[in-house]
């Protein structure tokens, strides 16, 4: 969010920082519990191999993904309103860059494949959110930007794009019609 009036990203030492802040504050509200294969390790095993993989996602989101986008606008709330219904659809976008692009930041175990983007409603609905957000029309281009967490190599970026047209947002919208009335009925 800072880098939207700064132009710089933050450093590898904030960043770091903050997701161990992030990490015991959750671990702290919430609590943990442990699956059976887990409960041989113990608990401060676990905890600490969790948050030195959160930390190590957070390194690499600084240093592979953060500095290729200049965002315009960053983890933002988007309302539509849905004709005749007492519901709107509400979508949080994690990234609009100055480059028209939507972007979807996820983390995983395994590489995808280019069908998680090319199907993905999520990526669907941030291109009607985004028109309502920017009122410019869809996006040029969607990304759905990984973080692979892989055990062996540390983790690895992997970037997918797609693009959408009305036909995807009028099959979203018939999709979200479909369930306006579910809830109705």
Same mark, same amino acid.
């Given at each position: ?118 199907? %993905? ?9 985004? +028109? ?34 009305? %036909? ?12 306006? +009335?579910?809830?109705?009925?």
């Amino acid at each position: 969010t800072q880098k939207i009036e700064t132009h710089q990203d933050i450093s590898v030492d904030d960043a770091t920082a903050a997701a161990a802040a992030a990490f015991d504050k959750q671990v702290e509200v919430y609590g943990i519990t442990l699956s059976d294969d887990e409960k041989h390790k113990g608990e401060d095993a676990v905890l600490g191999e969790a948050k030195d993989r959160a930390v190590a996602m957070a390194k690499a989101h600084i240093e592979l993904q953060a500095p290729l986008y200049q965002p315009l606008f960053c983890e933002e709330a988007v309302r539509l309103e849905i004709p005749k219904s007492s519901h709107d659809f509400l979508g949080i976008i994690d990234l609009v860059d100055d480059k028209r692009r939507v972007v979807d930041w996820k983390t995983t175990a395994q590489r995808k494949s280019q069908s998680e983007a090319d199907y %993905s409603l999520q990526l669907t609905a941030y291109a009607l959110l985004y +028109n309502k957000l920017t009122g410019q029309g869809y996006p040029d281009e969607l990304r759905l930007e990984y973080l692979v967490d892989s055990k062996k190599r540390g983790p690895q970026r992997q970037m997918l794009r797609t693009y959408r047209g009305d %036909s995807s947002v009028d099959a979203l919208a018939a999709r979200i019609e479909t369930a306006k +009335n579910l809830v109705k009925a």
